[in-house]
């Protein structure tokens, strides 16, 4: 999914018109964007929670050469999925992943 299929959506499901539709998701996008830059925490209900995080510079190495590098300190975005969005992606099975603690038919007796 992209932007425009965004502005789309919002476009088909509330009746803005299509200038409307983009200065709105513009809006949220910046908003987020200008959140996660302080380095707040943005929490949506019922979609996930997007964390900046700060990772160390530490040593690598370049794949093609096996030559030794230096990866960058930066900084990136962790998305954690919220219990509902677990859910609905798994077909509506709310539990946090972990298989059954039933058996799979080989257990001995």
Do not use: C, H
Request: glycine share 12%.
């Amino acid at each position: 999914m992209t932007k425009a299929d965004i502005i789309e959506g919002v476009y088909d499901r509330v009746g803005f018109s299509k200038k409307e539709s983009a200065e709105i998701v513009e809006l949220v996008f910046d908003t987020l964007k200008e959140t996660l830059e302080r380095g707040d925490k943005v929490k949506i209900s019922g979609f996930g929670n997007f964390q900046p995080r700060d990772k160390r510079a530490r040593p690598g190495r370049n794949p093609q050469s096996g030559q030794p590098i230096e990866i960058t300190a930066r900084r990136v975005v962790k998305f954690v999925p919220s219990q509902v969005l677990k859910a609905a992606l798994n077909g509506g099975d709310a539990d946090d992943g972990e298989e059954s603690a039933e058996g799979d038919g080989n257990d001995s007796p």
